[in-house]
Nanobody
Framework: QVQLVESGGGLVQPGGSLRLSCAAA????????MCWFRQAPGKQRGLVAR???????TYTDSVKGRFTISRDNAKNTVDLQMNSLKPEDTAVYYC??????????????WGQGTQVTISG
């Protein structure tokens, strides 16, 4: 069983910063792509950022230059540093990780979500 535990959400004023972290625990061979998604009220969940096992990153256009995704393969974590936050960044943020369980099987799992609110 593989589990993801997220931390780091909260309330911050526009222009502020937050850092989200997601830790994977359990039995797996390795972690493949690691992503952050977000879902605002009344909207569909959408990809914010992705980092591959090789470290290649991609971002949705609205966060480019403000957010940075990073991973620590030794600790099995993925972080999202969010700077210059805007009210439109308000959402529940979810990490998504694809784990290789065996030579033939991989499994995609989601974190429980963490609320990020930009207001003030």
């Amino acid at each position: 069983q593989v589990q993801l535990v997220e931390s780091g959400g909260g309330l911050v004023q526009p222009g502020g910063s937050l850092r989200l972290s997601c830790a994977a625990a359990g039995r797996f061979l390795s972690l493949n792509s690691m992503c952050w998604f977000r879902q605002a009220p009344g909207k569909q969940r959408g990809l914010v950022a992705r980092i591959t096992s090789e470290g290649t990153t991609t971002y949705t256009d609205s966060v480019k230059g403000r957010f940075t995704i990073s991973r620590d393969n030794a600790k099995n974590t993925v972080d999202l540093q969010m700077n210059s936050l805007k009210p439109e960044d308000t959402a529940v943020y979810y990490c998504e990780v694809n784990a290789r369980l065996s030579a033939l099987h991989s499994y995609t799992m989601w974190g429980q979500g963490t609320q990020v609110t930009i207001s003030g």
